[in-house]
């Protein structure tokens, strides 16, 4: 589950969220790679709506250090994106990040950042971060997917997230 920062609730959102990596970044990439698959994060609501505002969710990802407490720098590619589904822009569905390239060797992880934006302002949620990605240059130049990412990719093609069955295949063959 995902709340404010400071733990509290907001005037700008009337919901709680729980945010993950629907589809994780890839243990290895080699600097300065592009990730083959996207990273992909479902946003789901928690409970039920306490109020009538009109939200639009957006998710936000950056590069930390390996433990997750401080910035990195050096990662490029899509780094925002509304969450989306087969109903357009909701409260509830996936975030799709594309190209991401992290450019010097290390250990990192990905945060990814839920924000909500209301006629009240945006307020910026918790995160969650991936697992502990090796950047390394004996890593695969590309990641295949494997066949439990392969169904995972093809049950994400109708909700409107930029994932068709040729770019499924186009990874397969990468």
């Known amino acids: 589950m995902v709340r404010c920062a400071s733990g509290a609730d907001s005037g700008s959102s ?17 600097p300065g790679a592009p990730f083959t698959l996207p990273v992909i994060v479902a946003v789901r609501p928690v409970g039920v709506p306490r109020g009538s505002a009109s939200q639009q969710l957006v998710v936000n990802v950056s590069l930390r250090n390996e433990s997750g407490s401080a ?5 490029t590619g899509t780094l925002t994106s509304s969450v989306r589904s087969r109903h357009g822009n909701t409260t509830s569905g996936f975030s799709t990040f594309s190209r991401l390239t992290i450019a010097q060797p290390g ?31 004996d890593a695969p130049a590309v990641q295949r997917p494997t066949s439990s990412q392969v169904a995972q990719l093809q049950s994400l093609v109708p909700e409107n997230i930029d994932i068709s069955p040729e770019d499924i295949a186009a990874w397969q063959q990468a």
Do not use: K, M, N, W
């Not at 910035?71 to 990662?75: E, I, K, N, Q, V």
């Not at 910026?124 to 502990?132: A, F, I, L, Y």
């Open 14 to 30: 009337s919901r709680e969220y729980g945010i993950q990596f629907e589809c994780p970044p890839p243990a290895a990439a080699r």
């Open 71 to 75: 910035p990195a720098a050096g990662l």
């Open 107 to 137: 250990r990192y992880r990905l945060r990814a950042r839920l924000g909500i934006a209301s006629a009240s302002g945006v307020t910026t949620r918790d995160h969650v971060d991936s697992d502990v990605i090796e950047v390394r240059a």
